[in-house]
């Protein structure tokens, strides 16, 4: 049988139509799909995925925290409230325009290991997630709904270099793509790594903050109003000295949003 002849063929012709190749295509696919959803399921078997918060197995719809987990997050709901006790850390001190904090947790509870979850076991996925919610919940107030660009506090980049990664960075990525706005990652810098400071008096931490950050790149800044990102508020002292640093730039508006409030 030659070449021509058999391109000529019925059997040639039926197995190169369009509607056949098709047909072939989406067997594939299908097949494709449930051979994907077996590994899955196999390997939720194997590796379950687990709450970040109370450590129960996930169900396949749930994404870090299980249902209970986040209908329980101890939520501020301080970005509808400017008279909050976050905005009041920073009165008579330092001008922000608003203030706010996702979620409040005490020491030892199941919320006050999702940060460090997120801070020393490497999980971003964490950081990203309730970024993204918090960033919803912001959306529903008009004082956040105008933010036009989020910064998260910098660590020292020796510092982010030992850790891979600067949690308030990825929590920023979460808020901002839901805000439809971008990070900033290169215009507020720290110059000194002032991190080591648990075992010094409040005083001396004052001080300590002083100074620490520095802006560059100001055009990217002016005119604008920024959120300020942070994992955890105490204290309040570096995200003053941030916001300081921030207000050096012309015509500047700052508001600090961070994950949690200890
Ligand atoms: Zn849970």
């Given at each position: 049988m030659t070449t021509e002849y058999f391109k000529k063929s019925k059997i040639f012709r039926s197995y190169s139509s369009p509607g056949y190749i098709n047909n072939v295509k989406a067997q594939y696919m299908k097949l494709k799909k449930n051979i994907t959803g077996i590994i899955d399921d196999l390997a939720g078997l194997f590796f379950p995925r687990i709450c970040c918060a109370c450590c129960e197995v996930l169900h396949k719809?749930?994404?870090?925290?299980?249902t209970l987990c986040l209908y329980r997050?101890?939520?501020?709901?301080?970005?509808?409230?400017?008279?909050?006790s976050v905005s009041r850390l920073f009165w008579g001190k330092v001008q922000v325009f608003q203030a706010t904090a996702f979620f409040i947790f005490s020491k030892g509870s199941h919320y006050q290991k999702l940060i460090h979850q997120l801070k020393?076991?490497?999980?971003?996925e964490v950081g990203y997630y309730l970024g993204r919610i918090f960033g919803n919940d912001l959306k529903e107030s008009k004082d956040y709904r105008n933010i036009d660009m989020v910064i998260p506090v910098p660590l020292h980049p020796g510092k982010q270099k030992k850790r891979g990664f600067n949690q308030s960075e990825i929590i920023a990525e979460g808020i901002a793509f839901s805000l439809n706005v971008n990070v900033n990652v290169s215009s507020l810098f720290r110059?000194?790594?002032?991190?080591?400071?648990?075992?010094?008096?409040k005083f001396d931490r004052w001080n300590n903050v002083k100074e620490i950050f520095g802006v560059k790149n100001e055009e990217l800044l002016e005119n604008k109003h920024i959120l300020l990102v942070d994992d955890v508020v105490t204290t309040g002292a570096t995200l003053e000295s941030c916001v300081n640093t921030l207000l050096?730039?012309?015509n500047i508006k700052v508001s600090i949003a961070t994950l949690a409030a200890a």
């Open positions: 719809h749930e994404e870090v925290l299980c997050l101890p939520r501020t709901n301080f970005h509808m409230l400017a008279d909050n020393y076991r490497g999980k971003k110059k000194i790594n002032n991190e080591t400071q648990t075992r010094k008096t050096m730039v012309k």
